[in-house]
Every structure is written in C-alpha cells, then in structure tokens.
T-cell receptor, first 111, second 114 residues
C-alpha cells in the first residue's frame, strides 16, 4: 500500500492566493520531504522536515508535520504562475533510505 | 544542470528489443535509485543501490535488470518489455549517512513501448 498520499489531487488558484496541500502517511518516519515536478521533468527537492520538528520555513514555503496524525502540510504563500507544477511528499519508509512517494497534487496558478 | 544526468531523454522500442537506460551522478552520493512514473500512479521505487547493497521492489518484473558498476553510474537494462511499461523512468541519488540527504533527480527517460 502507498506510504504517502497527497490531498487534494488537483488545485487551481489565482495568482497571489495561498495554496495548501496535505500529505498523509502510514508508518513511522525519520523525515518527510516535499518535492516539485514541472511537466515531464525530474523532481526537485523543496524542503525536508525531521520527525522531531513541527514546522519549517523556506522562503514562501511553510511545512508542518504532525507525527501523531501522520500528516504534513505544505503552504505556498503569495503564489505565482511559475509555481504551477505537481507537488509530492516523500517519506523514508520506517526510517530507511528508501523514499516512498504519493500521487501528488497538481497545482495550477492562474495569472 | 541537476547533477544527475540521464540518457537517452526519449526512447521508443519494440517489445522484442533490448535497450539500456543510463544514469550518472556527479554529487558524490553513495546511493542511486530507479523510479517509474506512470500517469495517475504514485512514483514506484524499482531499485536502490546503497553502499554496494541492492534493494529491489519484489513487484518489478524480471524484464527490468539494474546494474550499478560504481557509485556514480547506474543502468537499467530492458528486454522484452510490454506496452504497460511505457512510462517516465527517473534516476535519483542521495547520501545515506547520518541525516539522510534529499533525493536529487535526473530529468528522466520517457520510454514508449510499441
């Protein structure tokens, strides 16, 4: 079964609005990561949050982690058209180096 | 420039062909991965090589055969593929040590099996 599942599957917002994506996972983890993928390209790492952290910021990105609920959220503030992409969470299954990804959230930011 | 280079970018092959995908990383990482990305499915971890250990997903068919001659190079040998094997194949690398590093991906090989 899948380790990470993102929600919603697709999200369409206006430029300047905030975008929130959620991720749920099943097993214990050492860290959770968020990645971005532009169409037909490889994934690019955005941010890593460790299991003992609750919140992390990087520029316009804010990630939270709730290990009791086995969930994480990615917030992109003041979105831009260039943020249009798919976003994936990945977890290191049971603390190993084998990262498991979900199906992703397709974000479309309208100019 | 991602630090992880995959060739070819596109590949069309018949079901009876044999081909290989190549991946090279220049980041000094000690683990390399093959992922398969099909439409509307999660990325599927196929194989991991780390510190000369190979870990594989038991659901990957034997028509996919990985090879990792050193920590910088990774191959995926393909033979007698099926149309459902058409997908984007992504290579990634990372450092597996204290505090595992993020994955660095190549731009993938778009494979079409006819």
């Amino acid at each position: 079964s899948q380790q990470g599942e993102e929600d919603p599957q697709a999200l369409s917002i206006q430029e300047g609005e905030n975008a929130t994506m959620n991720c749920s996972y099943k097993t214990s983890i050492n860290n959770l990561q968020w990645y971005r993928q532009n169409s037909g390209r490889g994934l690019v790492h955005l941010i890593l949050i460790r299991s003992n952290e609750r919140e992390k910021h990087s520029g316009r990105l804010r990630v939270t982690l709730d290990t009791s609920k086995k969930s994480s959220s990615l917030l992109i503030t003041a979105s831009r058209a260039a943020d249009t992409a798919s976003y994936f969470c990945a977890t290191d299954s049971s603390g190993t180096y084998k990262y498991i990804f979900g199906t992703g959230t397709r974000l479309k930011v309208l100019a | 420039e991602t630090g992880v280079t995959q060739t070819p970018r596109h590949l069309v092959m018949g079901m009876t062909n044999k081909k290989s995908l190549k991946c090279e990383q220049h980041l000094g990482h000690n683990a390399m991965y093959w992922y398969k990305q099909s439409a509307k499915k999660p990325l599927e971890l196929m194989f991991v090589y780390s510190l000369e250990e190979r870990v594989e997903n038991n659901s990957v068919p034997s028509r996919f055969s990985p090879e990792c001659p050193n920590s910088s190079h990774l191959f995926l040998h393909l033979h007698t593929l099926q149309p459902e094997d058409s997908a984007l194949y992504l290579c990634a690398s990372s450092y597996t040590g204290t505090g595992n590093s993020p994955l660095h991906f190549g731009n993938g090989t778009r494979l079409t099996v006819t």
